[in-house]
T-cell receptor
Framework: GAGVSQSPRYKVAKRGQDVALRCDPI?????LFWYQQALGQGPEFLTY????????KSGLPSDRFFAERPEGSVSTLKIQRTQQEDSAVYLC??????????????FGDGTRLSIL | AQKVTQAQTEISVVEKEDVTLDCVYE???????LFWYKQPPSGELVFLIR??????QNEISGRYSWNFQKSTSSFNFTITASQVVDSAVYFC?????????????FGPGTRLSVLP
């Protein structure tokens, strides 16, 4: 597709369940970012991939959060044993160059996660 | 301390009015980038502009203009002759590069409502 695609668009899970969120970046984009956006706030950085390498995971809030991009294209953000505070919109973005190039990031529509 | 401050939480204007969205940032790096993104109700963040720290020239793009002033650490965004379609949340963001690592931070956003 032409843009960044995220699925599912909405996810409802019970507290304690595991969830997996998918991001399909723009073809050929080297960099992939995950952000968490709480209601009424700006996106907060979670993790960064350069191709298949996860170079920065400093924003992951706990060891329940895990991300991968095994072939340097599609990425999955997994949250284990979900908690209510995990409820947020999870945004994925990709850019053409390395993060240091500071090229514009192209965002998907996000996955709205609700933990009951 | 917040690295990116957008003091205006919400702004309402009537169509055709001009409106300025404020952004103040904080960084110790001499090399950095500033961005503005628009988030319409659909949720996808749309890139508007990127400016590096060495380029203080103001920029105009149609009805949009940006005023970058390093002396006051501000990067303000003005919409001239606002339209209903401009209604969205606008985020200012800072990307730092340097001795303190790579850091991409969004401000809290300003919700702009343009009334017909």
């Amino acid at each position: 597709g032409a843009g960044v695609s995220q699925s599912p668009r909405y996810k409802v899970a019970k507290r304690g369940q595991d969830v997996a969120l998918r991001c399909d970046p723009i073809s050929g984009h080297v960099s992939l970012f995950w952000y968490q956006q709480a209601l009424g706030q700006g996106p907060e950085f979670l993790t960064y991939f350069q191709n298949e390498a996860q170079l920065d995971k400093s924003g992951l809030p706990s060891d329940r959060f895990f991300a991968e991009r095994p072939e340097g294209s599609v990425s999955t953000l997994k949250i284990q044993r979900t908690q209510q505070e995990d409820s947020a919109v999870y945004l994925c973005a990709s850019s053409f160059g390395d993060r240091e190039d500071n090229q514009p990031q192209h965002f998907g529509d996000g996955t709205r996660l609700s933990i009951l | 301390a917040q690295k990116v401050t957008q003091a205006q939480t919400e702004i309402s204007v009537v169509e055709k009015e001009d409106v300025t969205l404020d952004c103040v940032y904080e960084t110790r790096d001499t090399t950095y980038y500033l961005f503005w993104y628009k988030q319409p109700p659909s949720g996808e963040l749309v890139f508007l502009i990127r400016r590096n720290s060495f380029d203080e020239q103001n920029e105009i793009s149609g009805r949009y203009s940006w005023n970058f002033q390093k002396s006051t650490s501000s990067f303000n965004f003005t919409i001239t002759a606002s339209q209903v379609v401009d209604s969205a949340v606008y985020f200012c963001a800072l990307s730092e590069i340097g001795n303190y690592g790579q850091n991409f931070v969004f401000g809290p956003g300003t919700r702009l409502s343009v009334l017909p």
